[in-house]
């Protein structure tokens, strides 16, 4: 399906990332990733500008074009317990500015019906305690999709997936934390990655603009003490796990 194309991915050497860039590749993509960690395209950190503008480089440099983009380097999960500036400004840089950024270096060279898919999470729309960085760097990449699509209309697609709890480990999660989800299980880095490919895909070209909630249902169901099974034990409500 994607024969000929080349597919960026930010965060691609593990969990959704990689699953991604495994989806990407078997439907005959070239794949490109950036990463902290150990990979064979890209070592770098997606929060320092000079490593997206290396990175864009060597992109446009081996392949001349990018047609797909997926932001999905995840920013640092911190709370206002001990969360310092710096801290909650780099998360603003890996969540926020960086798909920003990425995205401005890549856009004169987006090919075709290119489409950009921004991960963003259920938490832009919900929060534990104690998840302030990352809960506001995701907001931010929530607003920032809809921007993009209203500035890169005719050129590219922009959308956002806010995907819920995520199995990244392969855990198999059974008993109370599959049956809470109205899916009844636990969500699987596969489930994100389909949905980028649709979103990539021809089939979307009338979607612009939109996130789309990946949850189990999670967000949908209302929750009172007491009430279809569930209770608030005393004293469990804004521990830390």
């Known amino acids: 399906m994607f024969q000929g194309k080349v597919a960026v991915v930010t965060g691609g050497a593990g969990g959704i990332g990689a699953q991604i860039c495994r989806e990407f590749a078997r439907l005959g993509a070239q794949v490109c990733l950036i990463d902290q960690a150990d990979n064979p395209c890209f070592v770098g950190d997606v929060g320092d500008p000079a490593a997206l503008e290396a990175f864009a480089g060597q992109v446009i440099g081996q392949?001349?074009?990018?047609?797909?983009?997926?932001n999905n380097a995840p920013p640092p999960f911190l709370g206002i317990d001990r969360c310092d500036y710096q801290q909650f400004v780099q998360a603003l840089k890996v969540g926020v500015a960086a798909p920003y950024y990425l995205t401005r270096l890549l856009a004169p060279h987006f090919g075709e019906g290119a489409s950009v898919v921004n991960i963003s999470s259920t938490r832009q729309f919900m929060s534990q305690p104690y998840s302030e960085s990352y809960s506001a760097a995701k907001g931010g990449i929530g607003a920032l999709t809809h921007a993009l699509a209203a500035s890169l209309a005719g050129k590219a697609r922009v959308n956002a997936i806010s995907p819920g709890w995520i199995d990244t480990q392969g855990r198999a999660y059974t008993g109370p934390d599959a049956v809470q989800h109205?899916?009844?299980?636990?969500?699987?880095?596969?489930?994100?990655?389909?949905?980028?490919?649709?979103?990539?895909?021809?089939?979307?070209?009338?979607?612009?603009?939109?996130?789309?909630?990946?949850?189990g249902g999670m967000t949908r169901q209302m929750i009172y003490h007491?009430?279809?099974?569930?209770?608030?034990?005393?004293?469990?409500?804004?521990?830390?796990?």
């Open 226 to 241: 007491g009430d279809g099974g569930w209770r608030l034990e005393e004293g469990f409500f804004g521990e830390r796990s």
């Open 182 to 215: 109205p899916a009844g299980r636990v969500g699987r880095p596969q489930d994100i990655a389909a949905m980028v490919m649709y979103l990539c895909s021809p089939q979307a070209g009338f979607i612009t603009g939109q996130n789309f909630i990946i949850d």
């Open 63 to 70: 392949y001349g074009r990018v047609d797909f983009l997926v």
